[in-house]
C-alpha cells in the first residue's frame, strides 16, 4: 500500500479517536453529575419511607399509599401500572430484551396499563397492544415532565385501583425485573443505598410520640408521601440515564482501544515502509557509485 494513503488513514483515525475521546469526557462529566443526584434521591427515598411506615406503625395510619389495598380490591382488580423507561442506544446493543421478557411474562394474563419514556418503550407497547396511557420522549423529560408524572401516578393509583406502580429501567441493579414503587411498603429500592446500622437503628427507635407535628399526623404523613415519590420517581429516572451512560463509556472505551490498535498497526506498517524505502534508496546509492566509479 502506498505510505500517503496509510498516513491518510492514520490521520482520519487521529480526527476519529478526538472525537470520540470528546464524548468519553461528556460521559465522564454526565455519571459524576447523575452519580450525585441518585444518591441523594435514593438515600431521601429509603429515608422517607422508613418514617414513614415507623409513623403509620406508631398511630395505625390508614392509607391507600402505604400497603396493599384490601384482599377484594385485590382479587377483583389485579391491574398494575407499569413505567417503562428506555434510553437512547447510541451504539448497537441490546440493553432491553431480558426486561421485556418479564414484561410479557408478567402481562400474560393481565390488562395492566403503561406509561412509556422513550422510543422504544413505546414501540415495545405498541407492537404488543398493551394499553399505553401517556407517552413521553426521553430527550425532553425535565423537571416539569417529572412533576407531571408524579401527579398522574399518585392519581392513577388512588383511583383507578391499581395493585402496584412498577417501573422498568435498565439497571445492573436489578437485572431483568422491575422496581415497585407504589404501595411504599413494597418499595424495594433499599438495594440503591448500603445499608447503614447507626441511622436505621436512629429511625426504627425514634420516640416520634414525643414529636409535636404539624398541622397533623395525616397532612404531615401525605406531604411525606409526596416528597417520597418524587425522590422514587427523580432516583429511578436518574439511575436509568446513569446505566445508560456507564455503558456509553464503556463502549466509548473499547472503540478508543480498536482505534489505538489500529493506529499502532498503520505506524508499524509506515515504519517497514519507510525503513524499505531507505534501504532502496541506500541501495541505489551503492550501485549508482559504484557505475560511477567503474567509469
Given amino acids: ?29 454526565k455519571i459524576m453529575k447523575l452519580n450525585q443526584q441518585l444518591g441523594f434521591h435514593t438515600k431521601n427515598a429509603v429515608i422517607n419511607k422508613n418514617l414513614i411506615l415507623n409513623l403509620q406503625q406508631k398511630y395505625d395510619i390508614k392509607n391507600d399509599l402505604l400497603s396493599k389495598k384490601s384482599f377484594f380490591i385485590k382479587k377483583w382488580s389485579r391491574k398494575n401500572l407499569w413505567i417503562y423507561i428506555t434510553e437512547e442506544q447510541k451504539y448497537s446493543t441490546d440493553s432491553y430484551s431480558r426486561y421485556e421478557s418479564t414484561i410479557l411474562k408478567e402481562n400474560k394474563n393481565s390488562k395492566d396499563d403503561f406509561i412509556t419514556i422513550g422510543e422504544q418503550a ?13 407517552s413521553y420522549a426521553k430527550n425532553n423529560f425535565q423537571d416539569k415532565e417529572i412533576d407531571e408524572l408524579f401527579i398522574v401516578i399518585k392519581m392513577l393509583y388512588l383511583t383507578a385501583e391499581y395493585s402496584s406502580v412498577r417501573f422498568v429501567i435498565n439497571s445492573n441493579k436489578n437485572y431483568d425485573s422491575f422496581f415497585t414503587i407504589l404501595p411504599i411498603n413494597e418499595f424495594d429500592f433499599d438495594k440503591f443505598v448500603p445499608y447503614n446500622a447507626e441511622e436505621n437503628s436512629y429511625l426504627e427507635n425514634l420516640e416520634i410520640t414525643k414529636f409535636k407535628i404539624y398541622p397533623n399526623i395525616n397532612e404531615f404523613v401525605n406531604t411525606e408521601i409526596n416528597i417520597f415519590i418524587q425522590n422514587a420517581i427523580n432516583a429511578l429516572i436518574c439511575e436509568s440515564s446513569f446505566y445508560s451512560a456507564k455503558s456509553g463509556l464503556v463502549t466509548t472505551n473499547k472503540i478508543i482501544k480498536e482505534i489505538d490498535e489500529q493506529k499502532n498497526k498503520l505506524s508499524r506498517q509506515i515504519a517497514r515502509i519507510k525503513n524499505e524505502k531507505e534501504i532502496e534508496e541506500l541501495s541505489l546509492l551503492t550501485r549508482n557509485k559504484k557505475t560511477f566509479e567503474d567509469m
Fill in 122 to 134: 413505546k414501540s415495545f407497547c405498541q407492537k404488543n397492544k398493551f394499553n399505553i396511557l401517556k
Fill in 1 to 29: 500500500m502506498h505510505l500517503k494513503v496509510i498516513e491518510q488513514k492514520k490521520k482520519a483515525l487521529n480526527n476519529i479517536l478526538l472525537k470520540v475521546n470528546n464524548e468519553k469526557n461528556i460521559f465522564l462529566i
